[in-house]
């Protein structure tokens, strides 16, 4: 029944998103709420972080801010998710001509979708996609991924207010001293996954970029990571050299399925396969993974996944 309900939420969000035929829609409606004339290099990202309620994480011209869902107690196959796994909800904040592009990916409870969905556009906000990430999940958890063009304190103050409308915690917590260990092989996982993975509370994230660029309404999505463009693989250890893993492969049509059948060959389940945007090139779908096993077996099962991709190694 839960994955029932999951495809039900999937299929409204995308017909809500189209409004239900083929015809074209002009987002130009949902962006007249932010129309500015400030230049993108006069932001006060002081104030955005004041609306925010936190700091940011800077890489390039990007400003990303993390919404993790630490008031949440989520538990799968006997795990208990840390935040940075898979309740790690963010909104980046991209210039854009005179003012800036937001994305974002927000994590919500069930009954927090329609609440957070009718705050949000009527804010202005695009909703792009709602669906789930995870299977088994309790309590089950959902994804709304967001979208806005405009005046950026007027858009951080449409997410603040939409968050609002759910548990989610507005004011930022105090980082954890000292920080979880890792107790993994991370030298060997970067070895075998080809990148340099993080640790982030308690969790060892990887990014792995693609090849190609990637465009959302003719605007490049770079840097790719804090944008949510590339693939994301999370390691958290379970003890005695395991893992729970989870992420997202971002893929080309013609990856899709080559990648479900090298996870699947090597035991990694596939959770969910979904786009997280309206507009991008080249088209993109997202895949969602779990499993608990040893890492580094984890690892070799990812590779394999990833060589069907055309991404970046090393």
Same mark, same amino acid.
């Given at each position: 029944?839960?994955? =029932?309900?999951?495809?039900?939420?999937?299929?409204?969000?995308?017909?809500?998103? =189209?409004?239900?035929?083929?015809?074209?829609?002009?987002?130009?409606?949902?962006?007249?709420?932010?129309?500015?004339?400030?230049?993108?290099?006069?932001?006060?990202?002081?104030?955005?972080?004041?609306?925010?309620?936190?700091? @940011?994480?800077?890489?390039?011209?990007?400003?990303?801010?993390?919404?993790?869902?630490?008031?949440?107690?989520?538990?799968?196959?006997?795990?208990?998710?840390?935040?940075?796994?898979?309740?790690?909800?963010?909104?980046?904040?991209?210039?854009?001509?005179?003012?800036?592009?937001?994305?974002?990916?927000?994590?919500?409870?069930?009954?927090?979708?329609?609440?957070? #969905?009718?705050?949000?556009?009527?804010?202005?906000?695009?909703?792009?996609?709602?669906?789930?990430?995870?299977?088994?999940?309790?309590?089950? =958890?959902?994804?709304?991924?967001?979208?806005?063009?405009?005046? @950026? &304190?007027?858009?951080?103050?449409?997410?603040?207010?939409?968050?609002?409308?759910?548990?989610?915690?507005?004011?930022?917590?105090?980082?954890?001293?000292?920080?979880? =260990?890792?107790?993994?092989?991370?030298?060997?996982?970067?070895?075998?996954?080809?990148?340099?993975?993080? /640790?982030?509370?308690?969790?060892?994230?990887?990014?792995? @970029?693609?090849?190609? !660029? %990637?465009?959302?309404?003719?605007?490049?999505?770079?840097?790719?990571? @804090?944008?949510? &463009?590339?693939?994301?693989?999370?390691?958290? !250890?379970?003890?005695?050299?395991?893992? /729970? %893993?989870?992420?997202?492969?971002?893929?080309?049509?013609?990856?899709?399925?080559?990648? %479900?059948?090298?996870?699947?060959?090597?035991?990694?389940?596939?959770?969910?396969?979904?786009?997280?945007?309206?507009?991008?090139? !080249?088209?993109?779908?997202? #895949?969602?993974?779990?499993?608990?096993?040893?890492?580094?077996?984890?690892?070799?099962?990812?590779?394999?996944?990833?060589?069907?991709?055309?991404?970046?190694?090393?």
């Amino acid at each position: 029944m839960r994955h =029932t309900i999951s495809a039900l939420i999937g299929v409204g969000a995308c017909l809500f998103a =189209t409004g239900g035929s083929a015809q074209k829609i002009d987002w130009q409606v949902f962006a007249e709420p932010f129309v500015s004339s400030a230049h993108a290099q006069a932001i006060d990202w002081q104030k955005v972080d004041d609306t925010l309620g936190r700091k @940011p994480a800077v890489t390039g011209d990007v400003h990303r801010y993390g919404f993790p869902r630490s008031d949440l107690t989520v538990t799968l196959d006997g795990i208990t998710i840390k935040p940075a796994l898979a309740l790690g909800g963010w909104v980046a904040f991209k210039p854009m001509h005179d003012d800036v592009m937001a994305m974002g990916d927000l994590v919500l409870l069930e009954s927090e979708i329609n609440p957070v #969905m009718l705050k949000m556009i009527g804010s202005g906000l695009q909703i792009t996609a709602v669906h789930n990430h995870l299977l088994g999940a309790s309590p089950a =958890t959902f994804y709304m991924h967001v979208a806005g063009h405009g005046d @950026p &304190v007027k858009i951080a103050a449409a997410i603040r207010d939409g968050l609002a409308e759910s548990k989610t915690p507005l004011k930022a917590a105090a980082p954890a001293a000292p920080p979880p =260990t890792i107790d993994l092989d991370t030298e060997q996982l970067d070895q075998i996954i080809g990148v340099k993975g993080q /640790a982030n509370g308690g969790v060892y994230q990887f990014n792995v @970029p693609r090849r190609d !660029p %990637i465009t959302e309404q003719g605007m490049a999505l770079s840097p790719v990571g @804090p944008m949510g &463009v590339a693939i994301g693989i999370n390691f958290q !250890p379970t003890g005695g050299g395991k893992a /729970a %893993i989870t992420g997202d492969f971002v893929l080309t049509n013609d990856e899709v399925n080559p990648v %479900i059948m090298a996870l699947r060959t090597h035991g990694i389940d596939v959770t969910a396969l979904h786009s997280h945007m309206l507009n991008e090139q !080249p088209r993109l779908f997202f #895949m969602h993974f779990w499993a608990n096993d040893d890492a580094v077996k984890l690892a070799k099962g990812l590779r394999a996944a990833l060589d069907k991709t055309a991404t970046t190694k090393g």
